[in-house]
């Protein structure tokens, strides 16, 4: 029965690399590129706030 349990958990170990290897997307393929942005929809919230501090946005300056 040891040898059969060892065999079995190979085999199980097999099996569950082979569906992940299968779940990435394809080489070359981007995901979020089958997001159709023309179709999105913006939904603002009277409580919603962004805080932006000169830290986060960079001390660089815009020359126009």
């Not at 040891?2 to 082979?18: D, E, S, T």
């Not at 981007?30 to 960079?58: C, E, F």
């Amino acid at each position: 029965m040891g040898m059969a349990h060892v065999l079995l958990a190979a085999a199980l170990a097999m099996v569950a690399a082979a569906a992940t290897v299968s779940a990435w997307p394809a080489e070359g393929i981007q995901p979020l590129s089958k997001i159709a942005m023309n179709k999105a929809t913006v939904n603002l919230h009277g409580s919603a706030y962004v805080r932006a501090t000169p830290a986060l946005l960079g001390d660089q300056v815009c020359k126009a």
